[in-house]
């Protein structure tokens, strides 16, 4: 069974479709801990869902690689074959992504290399384009532009705002997670083939 760390900075809806998706017995991956940079929302699904938590926050930190340093210090403690950013709305620095890359990937609500950083489904709205997507990549030393596992497009629908074009984003990246999980875990995706 693959052991996930899930890392998050807000409401944690993709991490719970994965606890959810964990529950059934057959599913070949479980979430062992839940961190976070900060007091997020998400981090209440612990409790729901009996999984430790953790905060290292980013703001108790003199700068972004001291903050890095004790959460790799933190994530290690649970041993994870995989890490996976949902919805942390942090860069990481270099030393985190030495110490957990490739197997340390991200979902992002855009169809990249289109629309990286912290506003993608704002960016694409203001783009005015009429399709963008969801994208599932390995995190490098690149904002967002690590290889790429899964990506899917999603419309933009006349009169999109900001949080409806997002909802329909979300459901498209929960499946690109559960899927890459599962074929990580039957061993159909090698990530460090894919980084290579
Ligand atoms: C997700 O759409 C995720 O792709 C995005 O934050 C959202 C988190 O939602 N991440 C980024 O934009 C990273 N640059 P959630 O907390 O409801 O799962």
Redesign the pocket.
């Known amino acids: 069974v693959l052991k996930l760390v899930v890392l998050?900075s807000?409401?944690?809806?993709?991490?719970r479709s994965l606890l959810e998706a964990s529950q059934d017995a057959q599913f070949p991956a479980r979430v062992v801990a839940i961190g976070a940079d900060r007091d997020a929302d998400?981090l209440a699904l612990g409790e729901e869902f009996g999984i430790p938590t953790f905060t290292v926050p980013f703001t108790a930190f003199p700068d972004r690689e001291a903050w890095g340093t004790e959460l790799i210090a933190q994530v290690r403690l649970w041993e994870p074959d995989l890490v996976i950013l949902?919805?942390?709305?942090r860069l990481v620095p270099a030393a985190v992504v030495d110490a957990f890359s490739p197997h340390l990937i991200?979902?992002?609500?855009a169809y990249l290399p289109e629309f990286p950083?912290?506003h993608?489904v704002r960016d694409a709205l203001a783009a005015g384009v009429d399709q963008t997507g969801a994208s599932l990549i390995v995190v490098d030393n690149s904002v967002?532009g690590g290889p790429i596992i899964a990506q899917e497009r999603v419309p933009v629908l006349p009169g999109d705002t900001e949080s409806s074009l997002?909802d329909r984003?979300?459901p498209v990246?929960r499946r690109l997670l559960i899927q890459a999980v599962l074929d990580i875990a039957n061993s159909h995706l090698d990530l460090k083939e894919l980084a290579r």
Request: net charge negative; charged share 10%; aromatic share 0%.
């Open positions: 998050i807000g409401t944690g809806s993709n991490l998400g949902s919805g942390l709305m991200n979902t992002h609500p950083g912290a993608g967002d997002h984003i979300k990246e």
